[in-house]
């Protein structure tokens, strides 16, 4: 075969055709739909009979104009080899992936525009779902949604309705149907306030009793409010300098009626439950404090939930002529937002209205949803004949969508319930535990607001019987930071680090001036940013896959190193070569049964893998995966071809990791299917305990701990597993290393300063 035709099979030169024709058949055969118990999305569930149910998912994600930078999947593809490694462990697993789209920054990008949010947002939805499908991520895509969705946003409205219909029993902590607090006061079991009889009270008195009660309420209170973005803001959208995390605007003290969520009544069991969850300890302490800090500046006071803004969804209120807030029935929701153009904050006639301490006045606003035709009043029957009735035009915030998603992916198109009880129950309920989403894996930064808020909303509905678990989240992971370089001007300004040049005395300059090199956070705010889609066109979503995997444990920071990407590739090129014959394309694999020591190193790497895939220590599993692909290509280059008994279970461990590639080389080795569903390896235990030389370890010349290799490890190996031990980091630490000594099958000597 001429060099041409060599070069055409070669991993490279194939990767990104393999790569999109996994994917469409991914799509078209539907790979990764995980049927439900009942209902639309049951069809197919007899298949899963045998397996326990699994249900993994990730953090909300905000659809960004500019799509996903490299950070972002970190955490989407953690979860995604752990749902391909459970998978093939016999688990039927749920991984699904939607998009919290409303908030203020579309909003502001609105007004910036004039382009309308849902279009902007939508947009920003279409670019990340195709970065995502480039990336290969196994979700059930019949169960997306945006929280901008109206079919969506109707049961957030339904959810808040049955908040507004509850009181918490301070007998039990408990959430319970305001009908059950009118009935104890009815008969007498619960004495009103001021200690009258239920039947002297007036109509306006027993509401007032009520309305006092309720877990969703009407209060004048202090707000922190943006005049420039129109809409008060809650303390953790507010600097440290007091002003907006969104525009950098001043933000002032006033009194606003709003509405407010009593999840103050359930601080009790929201600090006692987290003893039941598999949680950082770091994250329940954060809650904890929040929860309980007597000083006034981290202690939970109850939720400020009206915004003065457009993109959120409408409350499912209305109010009669007396002023009184009245719940829509359910037939009415939902409760959709009005077509408009114009979102931005206009000053109402009626003038100057104190907000501060000092006497400083600004002019009030006019919510936008108060400027649609024909929004603010409605007429309307609620069960007196049609009355006139005025609209909130308030909005929900942010929050409000994100507290209940996880319930919504397990039933995404009941019209009928939150989900059916059934498929509920299925996906989130386990004997003998809490139960909850199995693994729940997002950024540290949301330690406090969204999960303190998700497990608020989750307990009431738990109490109320539309959930069969007392915690949303069983197990909860989060991944660290990608950082990147990062750089400012004189002024201090970030610029666009994909525009710095380097000169040839390594002194980086943007537009010809000198700027200065800062490390930080991956994202936006620093303009420091990379996007997946370059990185998958040159080398394809696998190398990144694995290079994101392997920089590092999940839990921990790590910095982007572009130059390292290259390792990733060759791990990936090298298996292609241990199994497929770059001459003929075809597999370069034997029926031979491998030698001992090959067998050896497959089972124990097969052992540790399993662990690794386990724990989410996928950067140990690949490095335990190169070292026997290695291994397996020098077979190939040496005999010309690689043991099945190899080749396979080699193929199927880096499936999770590298999903295009490995089914490539399993279609190649002569299986029909997809292997998402195929066995992964389990080790022969007599083969997969190796036997190991222990070397003595020496700093500054006195033996400090006992270093386990395999026999016959050469230098390069030994000082990998000296520099992954524990105790080689805890006896060095930041000090310098001058030289490290190794003499092979005898000793170790590190001599530092």
């Known amino acids: 075969m001429n060099g041409r035709n060599e070069q055409a099979q070669r991993y490279t030169a194939l990767a990104a055709d393999i790569e999109a024709r996994w994917q469409r058949r991914w799509a078209e055969d539907g790979t990764f739909w995980s049927p439900n118990p009942a209902g639309p999305l049951s069809p197919g569930f007899e298949r899963m009979a045998g397996r326990k149910p699994l249900y993994v998912l990730d953090m909300f994600a905000y659809p960004s104009g500019i799509g996903l930078h490299v950070g972002h999947p970190l955490g989407y593809l953690a979860t995604d080899v752990f749902a391909r490694f459970a998978r093939m462990n016999g688990r039927h697993v749920l991984h699904a992936f939607g998009y919290d789209a409303f908030g203020l920054p579309a909003e502001q990008f609105a007004i910036d525009t004039g382009q309308h949010p849902r279009v902007t947002t939508e947009e920003n939805i279409t670019i990340m779902r195709e970065q995502l499908r480039r990336l290969g991520m196994g979700h059930d895509t019949r169960r997306e949604f945006a929280t901008s969705d109206p079919g969506y946003y109707r049961w957030t409205q339904w959810i808040f309705g049955r908040i507004y219909g509850s009181w918490c029993d301070e007998r039990t902590g408990r959430a319970r149907p305001v009908a059950d607090l009118i009935a104890e006061f009815e008969t007498g079991q619960r004495a009103t306030q001021d200690g009258r009889p239920w039947a002297e009270l007036t109509d306006a008195e027993r509401r007032r009793v009520v309305d006092g009660r309720r877990l969703a309420y009407l209060s004048d209170e202090p707000v922190n409010w943006c005049p420039a973005l129109g809409t008060v803001l809650a303390n953790e959208e507010v600097t440290a300098e007091g002003r907006s995390s969104v525009g950098d605007h001043p933000v002032n003290r006033r009194q606003m009626r709003q509405w407010m969520l009593r999840i103050t009544a359930f601080a009790g069991r929201l600090a006692d439950d987290l003893d039941l969850v598999d949680w950082p300890e770091s994250i329940k302490r954060m809650q904890r404090n929040w929860i309980r800090t007597p000083d006034g500046t981290l202690r939970l006071r109850d939720w400020l939930f009206s915004r003065q803004r457009y993109w959120g969804e409408p409350f499912p209120i209305v109010y009669d002529r007396a002023g009184q807030p009245v719940l829509l029935p359910d037939e009415m929701l939902p409760v959709e937002l009005p077509a408009m153009t114009d979102f931005r904050p206009v000053p109402s006639p009626e003038g100057a209205v104190e907000h501060d301490g000092r006497g400083e006045t600004d002019t009030d606003v006019i919510p936008p949803l108060g400027r649609a035709p024909g929004w603010s009043t409605v007429e309307i029957d609620l069960g007196d004949g049609r009355q006139i009735y005025r609209r909130e035009l308030n909005t929900m915030p942010q929050w409000a969508g994100s507290c209940w998603y996880d319930l919504r992916y397990l039933d995404p198109s009941d ?335 590190v001599l530092m300063r």
């Open 415 to 749: 019209d009928e319930a939150l989900a059916d009880p059934v498929n509920e129950a299925y996906w989130m309920a386990r004997p003998g535990r809490p139960g909850g989403v199995d693994l729940y894996v997002g950024g540290a930064e949301h330690a406090v607001l969204h999960l303190l808020y998700a497990r608020f909303w989750h307990k009431v509905l738990y109490d109320l019987g539309y959930a069969s678990t007392s915690e949303p989240f069983a197990r909860l992971v989060n991944q660290g930071y990608v950082l990147a370089d990062a750089f400012t001007d004189e002024r201090g300004r970030y610029v666009p680090a994909g525009e710095v040049v380097t000169t040839a005395d390594g002194s980086p300059t943007y537009r010809g001036k000198p700027v200065t090199r800062r490390a930080g956070k991956m994202g936006k705010s620093l303009k420091n940013g990379i996007s997946p889609d370059e990185i998958c066109r040159r080398y394809g979503a696998d190398t990144l896959r694995v290079y994101e995997m392997g920089m590092g444990p999940l839990d921990a920071d790590r910095q982007w190193r572009p130059e390292d990407i290259s390792g990733a590739h060759r791990f990936l090129q090298r298996l292609w070569r241990a199994v497929v014959s770059e001459q003929t394309g075809r597999p370069a694999v034997s029926d031979e049964e491998p030698d001992e020591a090959t067998s050896r190193l497959l089972h124990a790497t097969i052992a540790a893998v399993r662990a690794d895939f386990g724990e989410l220590k996928f950067n140990t599993a690949i490095a335990r995966l190169t070292e026997l692909t290695t291994a397996a290509a020098r077979i190939t280059a040496r005999d010309g071809v690689l043991p099945r008994a190899i080749a396979e279970p080699l193929v199927l461990m880096v499936a999770p990791l590298a999903p295009h590639i490995a089914e490539e080389l399993w279609h190649r080795l002569g299986h029909a299917g997809t292997l998402a569903y195929e066995e992964f390896p389990r080790p022969d235990p007599a083969l997969a305990v190796a036997p190991v030389v222990r070397l003595p370890v020496q700093v500054n010349g006195k033996t400090r701990f006992v270093l386990p290799v395999r026999p016959g490890a050469d230098r390069a190996d030994i000082e990998q597993a000296l520099r992954a031990a524990p105790e080689f980091a805890s006896l060095t630490g930041d000090r310098a290393i001058d030289r490290i000594v190794i003499v092979p099958g005898r000793i170790v000597s």
